[in-house]
């Protein structure tokens, strides 16, 4: 089986502007999370999503949304990007019923 | 709220030794609890996980145990080698009828394999 897939691998954005990654998940994964990864705060979870519903949110603020679609692909969103959004972005994906989550390649995603 | 703590941050051990990783969670349901692996540039790999209903999973050199009372669980690596140097990550989990829910990290240990 292909494993998860995430687009695009890199990014550069500026203040302000808004951005959209995606994670595509192992055939016949369900369930798609979202974490943000930088060094001083490890692993932050941001949501998950199960059949296109958000089952748990995390911690931040509004400008992070995401996504799923009926084929299980995610999308996730940040809008009026800051600075400190600056990071990795990982998404990891589960079969239905599955603890085991994989992850992704991730998304490095620059802010200037 | 939900916490996982971790330590020790940052491990030096000679090729060889043994290195042990510990982790304590706070929400007494969680059920589930994965490490993983990630070397630099690369994604977390899942090396071992362990349920509540067992205390303790071994896979060749790296063994995990669990101590429900005292939500404590361990990773521990034996006969250590360069390429385990890495940062490990343990996380907690509670999963639900209808498949995982989100996993609580801990902020992980950065092991370095001293040849």
């Known amino acids: 089986k292909a494993g998860v897939t995430q687009t695009p691998r890199y990014l550069i954005k500026t203040r302000g502007q808004q951005v959209t990654l995606s994670c595509s998940p192992i055939?016949?994964?369900?369930?798609v999370s979202w974490y943000q990864q930088t060094p001083g705060q490890g692993l932050q979870f941001l949501f998950e999503y199960f059949s296109e519903t958000q089952r748990n949110k995390g911690n931040f603020p509004g400008r992070f949304s995401g996504r799923q679609f009926s084929n299980s692909r995610s999308e996730m969103n940040v809008s009026t990007l800051e600075l400190g959004d600056s990071a990795l972005y990982l998404c990891?994906?589960?079969?239905?019923?599955?603890?085991?989550?994989?992850f992704g390649p991730g998304t490095r995603l620059l802010v200037l | 709220g939900e916490n996982v703590e971790q330590h020790p941050s940052t491990l030096s051990v000679q090729e060889g030794d043994s290195a042990v990783i510990k982790c304590t969670y706070s929400?007494?349901?969680?059920?589930?609890f994965p490490w993983y692996k990630q070397e630099l540039g690369k994604r977390p790999q899942l090396i071992i996980d362990?349920?509540?209903?067992?205390g303790e999973k071994k896979d060749q050199r790296i063994a995990v145990t669990l101590n429900k009372t005292a939500k404590h669980f361990s990773l521990h690596i034996t006969e250590t080698q360069p390429e385990d140097s890495a940062v490990y990550f343990c996380a907690a989990s509670k999963t639900g009828t209808s498949g995982t829910y989100k996993y609580i990290f801990g902020t992980g240990t950065r092991l370095k394999v001293l040849a």
């Open positions: 362990i349920r509540s209903n067992v």
């Open positions: 929400d007494s349901a969680s059920n589930y």
């Open positions: 055939s016949g994964h369900r369930s």
């Open positions: 990891a994906t589960a079969g239905a019923g599955q603890e085991t989550q994989y």
